[in-house]
T-cell receptor, first 111, second 110 residues
Framework: DVKVTQSSRYLVKRTGEKVFLECVQD?????MFWYRQDPGLGLRLIYF???????EKGDIPEGYSVSREKKERFSLILESASTNQTSMYLC??????????FGPGTRLTVT | GIQVEQSPPDLILQEGANSTLRCNFS?????LQWFHQNPWGQLINLFY???GTKQNGRLSATTVATERYSLLYISSSQTTDSGVYFC????????????FGPGTRLSVLP
């Protein structure tokens, strides 16, 4: 079975802090994705990566950056967290344009 | 623009009832997935179905790509079916990622 894990289920950070969210997949998938999910707005793509050290902006990249130094790991970075980044963050991976598999999600609260 | 619509937005059923959820999309599709998001937020893969019909236990799905819709059928619903159901569409002319519909929130009452 494909397994996608995320570093934390719940996270509370202060405004202005630098925040790292990590995602690891164990199926040698080439594509990895970061989404955020907010009530009434659904799932929105922040960034995705189709290879090591490669990244593409999604629909809402502002305020975020990403890092992919190894194929199995994709990190989302909030350089200076703000309260409007309080959200559920979901990581996914896939092989090419085939089905995506999701991690359990991280509920981030910025106070 | 690109549109992925789901209907109904909310659905309340009595345990044992059947239901049909619909996903409409505005462009030619490369792939389509159905997910169930459980109360803890985890997205569970239900079907990967760019075309045709698939069945898995009480659930089945049909995608008619030429008419740009997909249906998810839930038979003999159980309380554990409650949650939000999303379709996600990989549109041929929209790059290498999926566009998610707004979801259908299903509540199954005992």
């Amino acid at each position: 079975d494909v397994k996608v894990t995320q570093s934390s289920r719940y996270l509370v950070k202060r405004t202005g802090e630098k925040v790292f969210l990590e995602c690891v997949q164990d199926m040698d998938h080439e594509n990895m994705f970061w989404y955020r999910q907010d009530p009434g707005l659904g799932l929105r793509l922040i960034y995705f990566s189709y290879d090591v050290k490669m990244k593409e902006k999604g629909d809402i990249p502002e305020g975020y950056s990403v890092s992919r130094e190894k194929k199995e790991r994709f990190s989302l970075i909030l350089e200076s967290a703000s309260t409007n980044q309080t959200s559920m963050y979901l990581c996914a991976s896939s092989w090419g344009r085939e089905q995506q598999y999701f991690g359990p999600g991280t509920r981030l609260t910025v106070t | 623009g690109i549109q992925v619509e789901q209907s109904p937005p909310d659905l309340i059923l009595q345990e044992g009832a059947n239901s049909t959820l619909r996903c409409n999309f505005s462009d030619s599709v490369n792939n389509l997935q159905w997910f169930h998001q459980n109360p803890w937020g985890q997205l569970i893969n239900l079907f990967y179905i760019p075309s045709g019909t698939k069945q898995n236990g009480r659930l089945s799905a049909t995608t008619v790509a030429t008419e740009r819709y997909s249906l998810l059928y839930i038979s003999s619903s159980q309380t554990t079916d409650s949650g939000v159901y999303f379709c996600a569409v990989d549109l041929i002319n929209y790059g290498q990622n999926f566009v998610f519909g707004p979801g259908t929130r299903l509540s199954v009452l005992p």
